[in-house]
Nanobody, 124 residues
């Protein structure tokens, strides 16, 4: 059973930066980087969950939502089984609970695992 633990959320002023981390356990490195795309979602109160960024299994192609393009970067460390979301130039519109998702591909298609979420609040 894959488990995901997010960290790095908190309160930051507009224009500031945060880096979220999501550490995976319960799976070997080779399976994690071969069979799981990693994604960050966010959900603000009263709004639907939004896909913010994704990074594929090997070779690690990335994609970010238009709303965060140029400000957010997703990356993964396949040795540490950790995915990161670097968030720069934060605005109050980025305030939300951020969730890490491991999305199975190929032999693991249909498998989805979620972290517990970490709160990001952008306010002066």
């Amino acid at each position: 059973q894959v488990q995901l633990v997010e960290s790095g959320g908190g309160l930051v002023e507009p224009g500031g930066s945060l880096r979220l981390s999501c550490a995976a356990s319960g799976i070997t490195v080779s399976f994690w980087d071969s069979f799981f795309a990693m994604r960050w979602f966010r959900q603000a109160p009263g709004k639907e969950r939004e896909l913010v960024a994704s990074i594929s299994s090997i070779p690690g192609a990335t994609n970010v939502a238009d709303s965060v393009k140029g400000r957010f970067t997703i990356s993964r460390d396949n040795v540490k089984k950790t995915v990161y979301l670097q968030m720069n130039s934060l605005s109050p519109d980025d305030t939300a609970a951020y969730y890490c998702n491991a999305h199975g591909v190929r032999a693991y298609l249909g498998k989805d695992y979620w972290g517990q979420g970490t709160q990001v609040t952008v306010s002066s």
